[in-house]
């Protein structure tokens, strides 16, 4: 019998890196580390930062993993605006970092990228093809991230927009759009700006496939189709059958937001599907089955 893939998290107590924790511990061997040190019961690993590289490495070469899964990121986007610095030293160079360890240990790396890479001028899918052009700080310093892996053979890009359930205190979009609605409020979301949402438990499953079948490149990992942010509230409402709160259509422009975003981030995960013969859920599939996992977890 193969023996289990032996995964490395960077961020595995972060909304991803528990998913992956919680969707694969029966097939994998996880460890990984974070800042956050807090107890996830059955996963044991080690509290550290990024910036610690000397620690870092030993800690990456102890594990002796197959894969390691980049997935901590500074991933608030009006914040990588008011924070350049930062966002380039945890977002590009930890990156580079990370993909010189895996390099020179022989290891493969998978990186966890963004659809803020596009523009999202187009209101189509952007294929893996597609050019480039990121409009704020988050989107660049995760490009060079992607560019930075992918010098070397092996390794994967996984480009994704994701929501679940986070075990900190932080809230991912599905999370604010069921927590907020509970509580009564009235919610404006955007009905000018498109995304290909997928939930990080299938997510996980695609990394997991992706590394056994030995994939590398870039992929877009994330749903199937896109939906506007409007509309994932008003599905999000139904599904949850929540009866309190209100959705009210708003345009991105009227939100004050720091960044500047996409409008239209909408992707293709076609070539991921077609490598893997694995289907993705479309939007509404994915709430149902945040739905499910809600209930499951007891969150509701
Ligand atoms: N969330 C999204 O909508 C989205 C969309 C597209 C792509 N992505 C990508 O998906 C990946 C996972 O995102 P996520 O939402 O799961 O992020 P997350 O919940 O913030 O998890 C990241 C984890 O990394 C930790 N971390 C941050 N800085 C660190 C450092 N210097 N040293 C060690 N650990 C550190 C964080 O700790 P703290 O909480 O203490 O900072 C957090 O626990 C990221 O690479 C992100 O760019 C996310």
Same mark, same amino acid.
């Given at each position: 019998?193969?023996?289990?893939?032996?995964?490395?998290?960077?961020?595995?107590?972060?909304?991803?890196?528990?998913?992956i924790?919680?969707?694969l511990?029966?097939r994998?061997?996880?460890? =990984?580390?974070?800042? %956050? !040190?807090?107890?996830?019961?059955? +996963?044991? /690993?080690?509290?550290?930062?990024? #910036?610690? *590289?000397?620690?870092?490495?030993?800690?990456?070469?102890?594990?002796?993993?197959d894969?390691?899964?980049?997935?901590a990121?500074?991933?608030?986007?009006?914040?990588?605006?008011?924070?350049?610095?930062?966002?380039?030293?945890?977002?590009?160079?930890v990156?580079?970092?990370?993909?010189?360890?895996?390099?020179?240990?022989?290891?493969?790396?998978?990186?966890?990228?963004?659809?803020?890479?596009?523009?999202?001028?187009?209101?189509?899918l952007?294929t893996?093809?597609?050019?480039?052009?990121?409009?704020?700080?988050? =989107?660049?310093?995760? %490009? !060079?991230?992607?560019?930075?892996? +992918?010098? /070397?053979?092996?390794?994967?890009? #996984?480009? *994704?927009?994701?929501?679940?359930?986070n075990?900190?205190?932080?809230?991912?979009?599905?999370?604010?759009?069921?927590c907020?609605?509970?509580?009564?409020?009235?919610?404006?979301?955007?009905?000018?700006?498109?995304?290909?949402?997928?939930?990080?438990?299938?997510?996980?499953?695609?990394?997991?496939?992706?590394?056994?079948?030995?994939?590398?490149?870039?992929?877009?990992?994330?749903?199937?189709?896109?939906?506007?942010?409007?509309?994932?509230?008003?599905?999000?409402?139904?599904?949850?059958?929540?009866?309190?709160?209100?959705?009210?259509?708003?345009?991105?422009?009227?939100?004050? +937001?720091k960044?500047?975003?996409?409008?239209?981030?909408?992707?293709?995960?076609?070539?991921?599907?077609?490598?893997?013969?694995?289907?993705?859920?479309?939007?509404?599939?994915?709430i149902?089955?945040?739905?499910?996992?809600?209930?499951?977890?007891?969150?509701?």
């Amino acid at each position: 019998m193969r023996q289990k893939m032996k995964i490395y998290v960077t961020g595995v107590a972060g909304m991803l890196g528990y998913g992956i924790y919680r969707t694969l511990h029966s097939r994998a061997e996880i460890t =990984g580390m974070d800042l %956050l !040190d807090i107890k996830i019961p059955g +996963l044991s /690993y080690r509290v550290l930062s990024l #910036f610690d *590289t000397d620690a870092v490495e030993k800690s990456i070469v102890e594990a002796g993993p197959d894969v390691l899964i980049h997935a901590a990121a500074y991933v608030n986007v009006d914040g990588c605006e008011q924070e350049p610095e930062y966002a380039r030293r945890l977002n590009t160079q930890v990156t580079e970092h990370l993909a010189d360890i895996c390099g020179r240990h022989g290891i493969k790396m998978a990186y966890i990228s963004t659809d803020a890479v596009f523009d999202g001028a187009d209101p189509k899918l952007y294929t893996e093809d597609d050019p480039v052009n990121p409009i704020n700080v988050y =989107g660049r310093t995760k %490009l !060079d991230g992607e560019t930075a892996v +992918l010098r /070397y053979p092996g390794n994967l890009v #996984f480009r *994704t927009n994701i929501y679940g359930l986070n075990i900190q205190k932080k809230r991912s979009f599905g999370e604010w759009v069921y927590c907020s609605l509970k509580q009564g409020e009235t919610l404006n979301m955007f009905t000018d700006i498109d995304f290909s949402p997928i939930l990080v438990d299938e997510l996980a499953e695609l990394l997991y496939e992706a590394c056994a079948k030995g994939l590398d490149g870039r992929f877009h990992a994330c749903g199937t189709g896109c939906i506007t942010k409007y509309d994932f509230g008003i599905k999000l409402k139904e599904i949850f059958q929540i009866e309190s709160g209100e959705i009210r259509r708003a345009v991105s422009s009227d939100a004050g +937001l720091k960044a500047k975003r996409s409008k239209h981030m909408g992707m293709s995960n076609e070539k991921l599907t077609s490598a893997l013969q694995i289907p993705v859920s479309t939007p509404q599939e994915s709430i149902e089955k945040f739905y499910q996992l809600c209930k499951r977890e007891a969150f509701l």
